[in-house]
Every structure is written in structure tokens, then in C-alpha cells.
């Protein structure tokens, strides 16, 4: 069955530090989701990116955050300068347009 | 706005019974779907189950089943014969719709339900 992927599985990095959260969507796939759950919390949407650009963003999803699709596989998010407040699960999801979405592993990120 | 409301931050079941976890939504939306995922410990989102807000039969997916009732705006998830396997936390989820052909659309999540079953 699909999968979508992501790596690292877990990263630990300095506050202040930018790090990159990668993602493979399932090929056929054109709708591109990360989201985020802080630990003990409920999920949260950030970005939506479709066509090539974002179609929608949360106000969570500020100047720190960016998204691409480099290369028509991978899909990243970009935290820029990480706060402590950005440790969290991180995950990447993907759907066809309709049914189903399907989630990442996630990337367990800690800012220390 | 929209909005999920899972109200059992925890529950227990007795292994080889019946559960169900409660999830009341709110949307002016006529189209909308809804989703429950389960979360094991290990952190991935597993999907379950979906209802979409034009169908008419409750949908099921093997032990899950979703006893949907719009009027109350309400969609719980029923598990039958539970299983030790099924200790998770669990989300309910509404997709709203982003286009006119209800494609796409970001998942709004609840709370989530913590179900623990008891040998």
C-alpha cells in the first residue's frame, strides 16, 4: 500500500537553528498537508499546498515557516529560526483530492 | 467556524466488548466530511474510518462503524470486540470543503479520546 514518508524521524536542534522536515507524498497524489501536535495536544493544520503554492495556511504557519516541493516528490517545511514552543510532532499528509488523506510517520522535532 | 468536539479525554473497555467514543461537530457547511483516526503509541495517524455528510448509511470498516446522526451533528465511533491492540488515543476529524468540487480542504481536528482496553 502508498505510503507517504517522512525523515528524520526525529531531530533535536539548538533554538534559534533552522531546520528542514522532509516529506515523499504518495505519487498520484495532489493535494500536500503538514500539521503539527504539540505533545499531549490536538492536531493542528499549518499549511495546505496545491498546483504548486500554498492554498491555505493557519495562523500558526507565520514568517518562520515556508514550504516547497523541490523537485515535483519531495514536499518541505522550512522552520527558519525554531523557538522552544515549535517542539512538536510533525506531520506530512497527502490526498488525491478526495478520499482518503493519508498521514506521514512524522518527524518528532525538539528544540532545545 | 468549524469545529470537532470529542468530550472523553479517557475511556476504558473490557477486552471483546463494545466501545463507543462521542465526536459532535459544528459547521454551517452542507457538504462536509468526517473522519476518525487512531494514534497508538508510537505517534502515526492510522485512518479508520469516513462519513460523508450526503450519505445515507452509516459507514463501516470492519469492528469500526459510525453511527452518524446529522441532525444532532454528531459522529461516534463504534467499536465492536475490542481488542487489546486498540488501546490508542483516538481523533475525530471534519474535512471542510475548499472548492466547489469539495476537493482538498484541511482536516479540523477534537481533542482527542485516550482509550485504554482492560484484559
Known amino acids: 500500500e502508498p505510503e507517504v514518508t517522512q525523515t528524520p524521524s526525529h531531530q533535536v536542534t539548538q533554538m534559534g537553528q533552522e531546520v528542514i522536515l522532509r516529506c515523499v507524498p504518495i505519487?498520484?497524489?495532489?493535494?500536500f498537508y503538514w500539521y503539527r501536535q504539540i505533545l499531549g495536544q490536538k492536531v493542528e493544520f499549518l499549511v495546505s499546498?496545491?498546483?504548486?503554492?500554498?492554498?491555505?495556511k493557519s495562523e500558526i504557519f507565520d514568517d518562520q515557516f515556508s514550504v516547497e516541493r523541490p523537485d515535483g516528490s519531495n514536499f518541505t517545511l522550512k522552520i527558519r529560526s525554531t523557538k522552544l514552543e515549535d517542539s512538536a510532532m510533525y506531520f506530512c499528509?497527502?490526498?488525491?483530492?478526495?478520499?482518503?488523506?493519508?498521514f506521514g510517520s512524522g518527524t518528532r522535532l525538539t528544540v532545545v | 467556524a468549524q469545529k470537532i468536539t470529542q468530550t472523553q479525554p479517557g475511556m476504558f473497555v473490557q477486552e471483546k466488548e463494545a466501545v463507543t467514543l462521542d465526536c459532535t461537530y459544528d459547521?454551517?457547511?452542507?457538504?462536509?466530511?468526517l473522519f476518525w483516526y487512531k494514534q497508538p503509541s508510537s505517534g502515526e495517524m492510522i485512518f479508520l474510518i469516513y462519513?460523508?455528510?450526503?450519505?445515507?448509511q452509516n459507514a463501516t470498516e470492519g469492528r469500526y462503524s459510525l453511527n452518524f446522526q446529522k441532525a444532532r451533528k454528531s459522529a461516534n465511533l463504534v467499536i465492536s470486540a475490542s481488542q487489546l491492540g486498540d488501546s490508542a488515543m483516538y481523533f475525530c476529524?471534519?474535512?471542510?470543503?475548499?472548492?466547489?468540487?469539495?476537493?482538498?480542504?484541511?482536516?479540523?481536528f477534537g481533542q482527542g479520546t485516550e482509550l485504554s482496553v482492560k484484559p
Open positions: 499528509a497527502s490526498s488525491p483530492g478526495y478520499l482518503p488523506y493519508t
Open positions: 505519487s498520484n497524489h495532489l493535494y
Open positions: 499546498f496545491y498546483n504548486n503554492e500554498i492554498s491555505e
Open positions: 459547521t454551517s457547511d452542507q457538504s462536509y466530511g
Open positions: 462519513q460523508g455528510s450526503y450519505d445515507e
Open positions: 476529524a471534519m474535512r471542510e470543503a475548499s472548492s466547489a468540487y469539495n476537493q482538498g480542504g484541511k482536516l479540523i
